[in-house]
């Protein structure tokens, strides 16, 4: 029996937040926030649940764990690949570990000790990648992991979770909790959209529609996922196309069928992260595509580069992955999937590359200024002088 079609728009049996477009009363916090009231919520739950983290309580949220279960936290100090050891170890008495770090350092640093004595051993560990991301801004490349989603969903045994905001990461801790077996729970160290509720439906392995539409499918995980639907509705606005929106949470399980859906009844994806391009949300969406059902499909994500350093909503603008990037992605997916002829490269990638460029010499424009002329600066030599009287 066919199912019923959907009238294009904001699927109300997602239940977001009712001011979803409205900035001034739409709400934002760093998704680190859920992980750390689901740890709390989560020990209440289950006595043998424990928090290792790795001199970073307060940063990856695990202290409210700490003060609320103070004989079920342990601090490991600057040592990632004991903390997974160990958790492993921990495991096999009995306990639920949870691992906190930043996702640079774990799984980053600690992957052999997480693929050996975890996903080998199908230990029930849970690794928790804070400050994921590209939102660390001003802490630069080393600590923006944009590789995480390909290292770890590759790895047998492991289940992997990007999640879009506060709320949900809460829900995937509590539901991670419950799993048996490994699994890598990713958010953001920055504030972003709070846009899910309570009621909006999380369940591992299962993907959500968070709008209906017919002309093309966007397929996103994590804080991106709201400048896919603010692209959504202004394509909708503004040119009639009416765009599926999807939340991937769950990398791995993959939901197949969603996405073999999608692809059938609307003939053109595009998918969004904070993420590498390559390996990831992308690379899991591309080899069901390429294995079912082949359709036209663009990548909105780092582009095969490191990131930089600057204030996180610049190093996402610079590097292509906020809304105005989508739409491109959006348009030329849209072009191909009519049959019309593309640019070799992608106006998204192209965009991208020309606004780090001008945002580039903007700051080193703005340094210049503050830089004396003996430096090659603009500023006069003698602020050097005025320097030296203040030292004295």
Same mark, same amino acid.
């Given at each position: 029996?066919?199912?019923?079609?959907?009238?294009?728009?904001?699927?109300?049996?997602?239940?977001?937040?009712?001011?979803?477009?409205?900035?001034?009363?739409?709400?934002?916090?760093?998704?680190?926030?859920?992980?750390?009231?689901?740890?709390?919520? $989560?020990?209440?739950?289950?006595?043998?649940?424990?928090?290792? /983290?790795?001199?970073?309580?307060?940063?990856?949220?695990?202290?409210?764990?700490?003060?609320?279960?103070?004989?079920?936290?342990?601090?490991? #100090?600057?040592?990632?690949?004991?903390?997974?050891?160990?958790?492993?170890?921990?495991?096999?008495?009995?306990?639920?570990?949870?691992?906190?770090?930043?996702?640079?350092?774990?799984?980053?640093?600690?992957?052999?000790?997480?693929?050996? +004595?975890?996903?080998?051993?199908?230990?029930?560990? @849970?690794?928790?990648? $804070?400050?994921?991301?590209?939102?660390?801004?001003?802490?630069?490349? +080393?600590?923006?992991?944009?590789?995480?989603?390909?290292?770890?969903?590759?790895?047998?045994?492991?289940?992997?979770?990007?999640? /879009?905001?506060?709320?949900?990461?809460?829900?995937?801790?509590?539901?991670?909790?419950?799993?048996?077996?490994? /699994?890598?729970?990713?958010?953001?160290? &920055?504030?972003?959209?709070?846009?899910?509720?309570?009621?909006?439906?999380?369940?591992?392995?299962?993907?959500?529609?968070?709008?209906?539409?017919?002309?093309?499918?966007?397929?996103?995980?994590?804080?991106?996922?709201?400048? $896919?639907?603010?692209?959504?509705?202004?394509?909708?606005?503004?040119? #009639?196309?009416? /765009?599926?929106?999807?939340?991937?949470?769950?990398?791995?399980?993959?939901?197949?069928?969603?996405?073999?859906?999608?692809?059938?009844?609307?003939?053109?994806?595009? +998918?969004?992260?904070?993420?590498?391009?390559?390996?990831?949300?992308?690379?899991?969406?591309?080899?069901?595509?390429?294995?079912?059902?082949?359709?036209?499909?663009?990548?909105? #994500?780092?582009?095969?580069?490191?990131?930089?350093?600057?204030?996180?909503?610049?190093?996402? &603008?610079?590097?292509?992955?906020?809304?105005?990037?989508?739409?491109?992605?959006?348009?030329?997916?849209?072009?191909? @999937?009519?049959?019309?002829?593309?640019?070799?490269?992608?106006?998204?990638?192209?965009?991208?590359?020309?606004?780090?460029?001008?945002?580039?010499?903007?700051?080193?424009?703005?340094?210049?200024?503050?830089?004396?002329?003996?430096?090659?600066?603009?500023?006069?030599?003698?602020?050097?002088?005025?320097?030296?009287?203040?030292?004295?």
């Amino acid at each position: 029996m066919p199912t019923k079609k959907q009238k294009p728009g904001i699927n109300r049996d997602a239940y977001l937040v009712r001011h979803l477009f409205d900035e001034k009363k739409l709400k934002s916090l760093p998704t680190r926030n859920g992980y750390g009231e689901g740890l709390v919520e $989560a020990g209440k739950r289950d006595k043998n649940i424990v928090v290792l /983290c790795a001199d970073l309580t307060e940063s990856t949220r695990s202290l409210a764990f700490k003060e609320a279960y103070p004989d079920r936290f342990v601090q490991m #100090g600057v040592s990632e690949q004991s903390m997974a050891s160990i958790a492993a170890g921990m495991s096999l008495a009995g306990k639920v570990p949870f691992i906190s770090s930043y996702a640079a350092f774990s799984p980053g640093r600690n992957w052999e000790q997480i693929r050996t +004595t975890v996903a080998l051993q199908n230990s029930n560990v @849970k690794i928790a990648g $804070a400050h994921a991301g590209v939102s660390v801004g001003p802490d630069g490349a +080393t600590h923006q992991m944009i590789e995480d989603i390909a290292i770890m969903r590759v790895m047998p045994n492991m289940q992997v979770f990007v999640l /879009c905001d506060s709320v949900e990461t809460k829900k995937a801790t509590l539901a991670a909790a419950n799993l048996k077996g490994p /699994c890598y729970v990713r958010f953001a160290r &920055e504030k972003s959209p709070v846009f899910t509720t309570e009621k909006t439906p999380f369940k591992i392995g299962r993907a959500e529609t968070y709008r209906h539409g017919d002309d093309l499918t966007i397929i996103g995980a994590g804080p991106l996922l709201y400048e $896919a639907l603010v692209v959504a509705q202004q394509l909708s606005e503004d040119h #009639g196309i009416e /765009c599926r929106v999807i939340n991937m949470h769950t990398i791995k399980p993959l939901d197949v069928k969603a996405i073999v859906k999608a692809a059938k009844e609307t003939g053109a994806i595009v +998918t969004v992260e904070e993420a590498q391009a390559a390996g990831g949300l992308a690379g899991a969406v591309a080899e069901t595509l390429a294995l079912t059902i082949p359709v036209p499909m663009e990548r909105v #994500g780092v582009a095969d580069r490191f990131g930089e350093s600057g204030s996180p909503r610049e190093v996402q &603008e610079g590097l292509g992955l906020t809304a105005p990037f989508i739409a491109l992605a959006a348009d030329r997916v849209l072009q191909r @999937k009519l049959g019309n002829k593309v640019p070799a490269i992608p106006a998204h990638i192209t965009a991208a590359e020309e606004r780090l460029a001008i945002m580039q010499k903007e700051i080193l424009d703005e340094a210049l200024t503050r830089t004396p002329r003996k430096w090659g600066g603009k500023k006069p030599n003698t602020s050097l002088k005025s320097r030296a009287k203040k030292s004295r």
